[in-house]
């Protein structure tokens, strides 16, 4: 079992910004770039169809939300249904708008489902979570939820103010009904990514869970750079401006209330941080094997030094470190998926620890 640190001292050494790349898996070079795409595409296409075709005609369902990772699962589903010879009515992709999806996330699903051709429907889950959540006697946000209808309920999440929409349980009912209606669809395809894997950012046996999952390697650089690819290089409009708007939207689990016009949007980034940052302190510690000191010491020395000063690189990588260790539960359950480059965090694989691990000091 592999935890991590085990760098001795680090001395003054040259300027390494020349050399120590921001990005996760290759270097940031045409050719490099290039195989890595081809090299991806392929590792989760020929995965996805063997197991596509070991369980045979079994439905295949999919959420597709307007956002990147799914955005991404949905077009390897795509390609590898190609390679079966089956149609893209076979698939069954589902958008299930809640309480914070935004119009733009919700019209770029539903176009980009219609343009690929697959057969897809949407499913409001307001209705069923506003139930849960009277069922379980919960006040999202202090609302009393007894005598009030949806409609009012609604109108009132608008005038939550930003500092107060604090509200894991009304996060995770939305996220756990989504996962409900897919699995009893079929064979559900996962779509969270490694980065979020790495951090916890998913809701146990929710969005974390699936039958199999083709993103669980695929750190969310890549993801963004992947989907960007394809867009400009496998598609032509509409589809290609539909994935170019997607990878342009603010990451977010749209799980909370949006504001008056959908104008505060819950950004991952602004909670968790940057993923250039953690899939940069994912891949040295993981990969290379390095300590806190060393990864701190080598994010100074690129690129990242010109947009975060090091109190920033000290706090961003103190929650990786601190929400790597404390999520471990959440890897130790992963669906099966296929490992692309260089770094997995499978517990039947690469990454064995046990959950209640505390990090080094």
Same mark, same amino acid.
């Given at each position: 079992?592999?935890?991590?640190?085990?760098?001795?001292?680090?001395?003054?050494?040259?300027?390494?910004?020349?050399?120590?790349?921001?990005?996760?898996?290759?270097?940031?070079?045409?050719?490099?770039?290039?195989?890595?795409?081809?090299?991806?595409?392929?590792?989760?296409?020929?995965?996805?169809?063997?197991?596509?075709?070991?369980?045979?005609?079994?439905?295949?369902?999919?959420?597709?939300?307007?956002?990147?990772?799914?955005?991404?699962?949905?077009?390897?589903?795509?390609?590898?249904?190609?390679?079966?010879?089956?149609?893209?009515?076979?698939?069954?992709?589902?958008?299930?708008?809640?309480?914070?999806?935004?119009?733009?996330?919700?019209?770029?699903?539903?176009?980009?489902?219609?343009?690929?051709?697959?057969?897809?429907?949407?499913?409001?889950?307001?209705?069923?979570?506003?139930?849960?959540?009277?069922?379980?006697?919960?006040?999202?946000?202090?609302?009393?939820?007894?005598?009030?209808?949806?409609?009012?309920?609604?109108?009132?999440?608008?005038?939550?103010?930003?500092?107060?929409?604090?509200?894991?349980?009304?996060?995770?009912?939305?996220?756990?009904?989504?996962?409900?209606?897919?699995?009893?669809?079929?064979?559900?395809?996962?779509?969270?990514?490694?980065?979020?894997?790495?951090?916890?950012?998913?809701?146990?046996?929710?969005?974390?869970?699936?039958?199999?999952?083709?993103?669980?390697?695929?750190?969310?650089?890549?993801?963004? /750079? +992947?989907?960007? *690819?394809?867009? @400009? !290089?496998?598609? $032509? #409009?509409? %589809?290609?401006?539909?994935?170019?708007?997607?990878?342009?939207?603010?990451?977010?689990?749209?799980?909370?209330?949006?504001?008056?016009?959908?104008?505060?949007?819950?950004?991952?980034?602004?909670?968790?941080?940057?993923?250039?940052?953690?899939?940069? /302190? +994912?891949?040295? *510690?993981?990969? @290379? !094997?390095?300590? $806190? #000191?060393? %990864?701190?010491?080598?994010?100074?020395?690129?690129?990242?030094?010109?947009?975060?000063?090091?109190?920033?690189?000290?706090?961003?990588?103190?929650?990786?470190?601190?929400?790597?260790?404390?999520?471990?539960?959440?890897?130790?359950?992963?669906?099966?998926?296929?490992?692309?480059?260089?770094?997995?965090?499978?517990?039947?694989?690469?990454?064995?620890?046990?959950?209640?691990?505390?990090?080094?000091?």
């Amino acid at each position: 079992m592999v935890l991590g640190p085990r760098i001795t001292q680090i001395k003054k050494t040259p300027d390494f910004s020349g050399k120590t790349t921001r990005t996760l898996l290759c270097h940031p070079t045409p050719s490099n770039l290039r195989n890595a795409v081809t090299k991806s595409s392929k590792s989760k296409s020929l995965d996805l169809r063997s197991r596509l075709e070991s369980i045979g005609n079994t439905p295949i369902t999919l959420g597709v939300s307007g956002g990147l990772d799914s955005t991404l699962a949905l077009l390897v589903t795509c390609k590898t249904f190609e390679k079966i010879n089956r149609p893209y009515s076979g698939l069954n992709a589902i958008t299930m708008p809640g309480f914070g999806t935004s119009t733009r996330t919700l019209e770029n699903a539903k176009n980009l489902m219609k343009a690929l051709g697959v057969s897809y429907e949407e499913i409001d889950i307001k209705p069923l979570c506003f139930e849960e959540m009277k069922t379980l006697k919960h006040k999202p946000f202090g609302i009393e939820l007894q005598d009030i209808t949806l409609e009012k309920f609604i109108d009132s999440l608008k005038k939550v103010p930003a500092n107060n929409r604090h509200d894991l349980v009304f996060e995770n009912i939305q996220a756990r009904r989504r996962t409900s209606f897919l699995m009893n669809r079929g064979f559900v395809i996962g779509t969270g990514d490694l980065s979020e894997l790495a951090l916890g950012w998913c809701t146990f046996n929710a969005d974390h869970m699936s039958m199999y999952n083709p993103n669980c390697s695929i750190p969310k650089t890549l993801v963004k /750079f +992947l989907v960007e *690819w394809v867009a @400009n !290089n496998s598609y $032509q #409009e509409p %589809i290609r401006g539909i994935l170019m708007d997607i990878a342009q939207t603010v990451i977010s689990p749209e799980l909370l209330p949006l504001g008056e016009n959908e104008q505060e949007i819950q950004s991952t980034e602004t909670s968790v941080g940057p993923y250039e940052l953690h899939d940069f /302190f +994912l891949y040295h *510690w993981i990969r @290379n !094997n390095f300590d $806190q #000191e060393k %990864i701190f010491f080598l994010a100074t020395q690129t690129k990242f030094k010109n947009s975060y000063d090091q109190k920033e690189l000290r706090h961003w990588l103190d929650i990786f470190i601190q929400r790597f260790f404390s999520q471990q539960y959440k890897r130790s359950t992963l669906p099966d998926g296929p490992k692309v480059g260089t770094v997995s965090l499978s517990p039947r694989g690469d990454w064995r620890m046990p959950s209640d691990v505390r990090p080094p000091k």
